[in-house]
């Protein structure tokens, strides 16, 4: 689950840190001509891609459901397309603010994996949440691979009656550990509001970015 997480991550980062810097220059000089304003410039672009951003998750979630053959109930498989679309949505609005705040497109490209790997270590997987030092736990709370990877953990297995190992207060003996218990206890639900609000946390902090830049620039 977790590098289903880092690959829909990493896929909707390159789309934009490989796109949007070549943009910027182009946005600053004709946002200063006069010839529109960020706001509709920013919304335009949001929703002209928001098609694209929903079927490239969509027809990854797709195939791999019924390839690795996960829970095959319709409503675990529409929260498992839910999942992946808000990963995707939330990492292009965090490369968004990345790209929008270097004038240079190879030092964004650059500085991106110094600026995602912190989130990647401490969403769940490679350290347990309860082992992370409360100094460190900002990068817990903030990163969109610890609510992605949990919503895809807790859909998969919790009160999963189609796993081998479960059973109605959680796992037979001799099959392991629950896979769900060094991720915490948040609900689906709950980690796809997380998801939620860093999508739109990523994209409102963006457009503040975008705002500051053409007003800089103006000046």
């Given at each position: 689950m977790f590098f289903m997480t880092m690959n829909v991550?990493?896929?909707?980062?390159?789309?934009?840190?490989?796109?949007?810097?070549?943009?910027?220059?182009?946005?600053l000089r004709e946002v200063n001509n006069n010839m529109y304003k960020v706001g509709p410039y920013f919304w335009a672009k949001i929703s002209s891609e928001l098609p694209f951003s929903i079927l490239m998750p969509s027809t990854f979630g797709c195939i791999v459901y019924f390839t690795v053959g996960l829970n095959p109930?319709?409503?675990h498989f529409f929260v498992f397309l839910l999942t992946l679309i808000l990963i995707y949505n939330s990492s292009s609005g965090y490369s968004l603010i990345i790209s929008a705040s270097f004038a240079n497109k190879q030092v964004a490209v650059t500085l991106t994996p110094v600026l995602i790997i912190p989130f990647m270590l401490f969403a769940g997987f490679f350290v347990a949440s309860s082992s992370i030092p409360v100094f460190l736990k900002e990068f817990e709370y903030l990163s969109i691979f610890k609510y992605g990877y949990q919503a895809l953990m807790m859909n998969e297995f919790h009160d999963n009656k189609n796993f081998p190992c479960a059973v109605p207060d959680g796992f037979t003996a001799g099959c392991g550990a629950d896979p769900t218990s060094q991720i915490g206890d948040m609900t689906v639900a709950a980690a796809l509001g997380c998801l939620f609000s860093l999508y739109v946390v990523c994209y409102m902090t963006s457009w503040f970015i975008l705002f500051k830049l053409s007003h800089n620039h103006e000046g």
């Open positions: 991550t990493m896929n909707a980062i390159q789309n934009v840190i490989l796109i949007f810097p070549d943009e910027r220059p182009v946005f109930t319709a409503g």
